[in-house]
């Protein structure tokens, strides 16, 4: 085992971990072994062992579950689903998913700004997505996806239809992608004929631009998604700590 000097044990063990769950030895879902017998395979305490395995709860890596033990994190799981989608009802109702309805799944070559942005060659496959997220039927927020053609290879439009849970739990179980961090910006908008036509209000309408670049592990980038929001319902909600 190489010594980095300058990084804490924990964070060492933190490292190993990660690349673990980057390898495959433990899927989305399944359960990690426990401190003690991972104590003992990197020749540490188990408290280092504790402390590295917090540190990867906070980034929604790995997830505890009392007496039962602690699992990789998994889209499958609602909390997942809701840190990704920051839309919540003005009612201060419980968030909750939204339906999903998409209009267009095709195979192209990447536009330079996306190729750019996925870390791809000008001109490789991309695969890219038009989808609505409804709720109750109203239609909420129009998304344009795009990913790497190379890491999808397969994903069709009957595919995704085929599919009942989120996107990204596909993404997960069929294709071996977890979605790990993402970075945001948002503005304010007018509706184009397109956006209007999709979410069923008038040209011009004010909506809020979310441009997002999702990473797996390694910070690779492995989806580009601009959603229009139509927010006369909802709002956008973070919090901040």
């Excluded at 009802?89 to 750019?116: K, N, T, V, Y």
């Excluded at 595919?159 to 993402?182: C, D, H, K, Q, V």
């Amino acid at each position: 085992m190489s010594t980095v000097t300058f990084s804490p044990l924990y964070r060492q063990i933190r490292d190993r971990l990660v690349h673990s769950l980057q390898a495959g030895e433990w899927r989305p879902g399944e359960a990690i072994p426990s401190e003690i017998d991972l104590a003992a395979r990197y020749g540490v305490s188990q408290g280092t062992v504790r402390k590295a395995i917090d540190a990867l709860s906070a980034e929604n890596l790995l997830v505890r579950r009392q007496g039962r033990g602690t699992f990789v994190a998994s889209h499958q799981e609602a909390r997942a689903q809701i840190r990704f989608l920051r839309l919540r009802p003005d009612d201060g109702g419980e968030p909750r998913q939204p339906s999903s309805r998409f209009l267009e799944c095709r195979r192209l070559r990447a536009p330079l700004e996306i190729a750019r942005a996925l870390e791809m060659k000008a001109g490789d496959a991309a695969v890219t997505i038009r989808r609505l997220l409804e709720f109750d039927g109203e239609p909420i927020v129009l998304e344009e996806i795009w990913l790497p053609g190379s890491t999808f290879r397969g994903l069709t439009a009957e595919r995704l239809n085929a599919y009942s849970g989120p996107l990204y739990a596909l993404l997960e179980t069929e294709f071996g992608t977890r979605m790990i961090r993402a970075s945001e910006r948002l503005r304010a908008v007018a509706a184009g004929e397109a956006e209007a036509r999709a979410l069923g209000v008038a040209t011009g309408e004010p909506l809020l631009l979310v441009d997002r670049v999702s990473s797996t592990y390694g910070d690779k980038p492995v989806e580009v998604r601009r959603g229009w929001y139509r927010t006369h319902h909802h709002h956008y909600f973070n919090e901040l700590s």
